[in-house]
């Protein structure tokens, strides 16, 4: 048996209607990603399974430096440990193949200091005296090493293998004195130190600027010693696929910024907001405020430039994700000047405050521009209201003061003229005649 056809069309139906309804886009939950760059700077990536080893000793003052001071400091004092005890050996040899260890003749004093023949007649030479054991040697290693003489251990002249040994341990000497005092010296004076006075505001903001919308950041320098030659570069990190179907985890686009093209550094001398203008070119074109939430882009800032004080290439880093992007945000001036003098306020260095912004895309506003000027007006009246409420309550603070001390003098003087002139500054009652007392 056929079923009952319905009496109500298919198309004003409940599914009819349901499909023909406008739809809200739909977007996806944010997968937590990785970041590239920590905030403090650091990169945050892992070297797995390399094989050849071996190109880090071809570098060994590089690995030196880049190794943590823990390690630096147990290989710079096993270096010299060791190389005093090699050379007490040597020492201890050298002894030992002249017979300077016999301790019986040096004890019976039938032998000099210096290699003398005694009065006796027995002629008797030393290599190094008063070397009777591997401790006096290792002693004397660490004076003939460090320079250091104390007068009771020493070398003579008729023993030519104890002269060579004693140039080799000089020559070996400096050379470890030069590259452990060269290493501990770069690490003390690495550019990255200088880096730690180099701030950047804890999050970025995306607001309309010169009728465009931009994305900012500000930077700062703590110091008063300056950033020679400073430039700023953006780079937008993300995961992109290729039209063949590639995929490429870590793609790092370029972002251009106002200061790069004016001008090819930047004056470092108050903090300054770096602007990105968010046009066709910029990765960021595409997102609106609900895709940036989104999306799992990393915005990467590079500040390079020159200590001014040590002449070192210094570089500080940091990134944000988007997360840490304001949409409809902007920062708050900082910079004052008082009793003729700018002054920073550092404390208010990441401040924002909300304004109005679209909740496009930069392209939606390329495309329909009567949004950007809506919205600019309604920046405008917003702004004008404020006015208003602002002047209205400090007229009525000020009428409030006023009219507190017109009633104060009437209490105080008995005389009624003197208080007509602080009433007459409200509005007439009703009937046309001014109010001559205020209760």
């Not at 960021?284 to 882009?297: R, V």
Request: aromatic share 8%; proline share 3%.
């Amino acid at each position: 048996m056929l079923a009952r056809k319905s009496i109500i069309p298919e198309e004003f139906g409940l599914p009819g209607l349901a499909s023909r309804m406008p739809r809200k886009p739909v977007f996806r939950d944010r997968v937590n990603k990785a970041r590239f760059i920590a905030k403090n700077g650091s990169c945050n990536l892992a070297h797995k399974n390399i094989r050849e080893q071996g190109r880090f000793l071809q570098d060994v003052f590089t690995t030196l430096v880049d190794l943590k001071w823990r390690f630096t400091l147990v290989i710079f004092t096993t270096t010299f440990v060791s190389s005093w005890l090699l050379f007490a050996m040597s020492w201890w040899l050298v002894a030992f193949a002249n017979g300077d260890l016999d301790s019986g003749d040096a004890d019976s004093g039938n032998v000099t200091r210096g290699g003398d023949a005694d009065p006796r007649g027995q002629n008797k030479t030393y290599c190094v005296t008063d070397v009777k054991s591997f401790t006096s040697a290792f002693l004397f290693s660490i004076e003939v090493q460090v320079t250091i003489g104390f007068g009771g251990r020493m070398i003579t002249e008729h023993c030519l293998t104890a002269i060579t040994v004693l140039i080799m341990q000089n020559i070996t000497g400096l050379i470890i004195n030069a590259v452990m005092l060269g290493c501990i010296f770069m690490k003390t004076a690495q550019s990255n130190r200088r880096a730690e006075t180099l701030i950047f505001s804890r999050h970025a903001v995306i607001a309309v600027r010169n009728n465009c919308l931009c994305f900012m950041i500000r930077i700062g320098d703590l110091r008063k010693s300056m950033i020679i030659g400073a430039t700023v570069r953006l780079q937008v990190v993300r995961k992109t696929t290729t039209p063949e179907g590639e995929v490429i985890p870590i793609h790092q686009i370029d972002v251009a910024t106002e200061t790069a093209v004016a001008s090819n550094s930047l004056f470092l001398l108050a903090p300054l907001i770096i602007c990105h203008v968010i046009d066709k070119n910029s990765p960021l074109y595409d997102l609106s405020a609900m895709e940036l939430q989104c999306s799992d882009l990393e915005v990467i800032v590079i500040l390079e430039g020159v200590v001014e004080t040590t002449g070192i290439t210094t570089q500080a880093r940091t990134s944000y994700i988007s997360e840490e992007i304001q949409w409809g945000h902007r920062f708050v001036p900082i910079v004052t000047e008082e009793e003729g003098v700018y002054s920073v306020d550092y404390s208010k260095f990441g401040n924002t405050i909300k304004v109005t912004t679209p909740r496009c895309s930069a392209r939606e506003l390329d495309e329909k521009p009567s949004i950007l000027i809506q919205t600019l007006q309604k920046s405008e009246l917003s702004h004008q209201n404020s006015l208003r409420k602002r002047n209205s309550m400090r007229r009525n603070n000020s009428m409030r003061k006023s009219a507190g001390g017109g009633a104060g003098a009437g209490g105080r003087r008995s005389n009624s003229g003197l208080a007509a002139p602080k009433v007459q500054f409200f509005t007439p009652a009703e009937g046309g005649q001014n109010m001559n007392t205020v209760t």
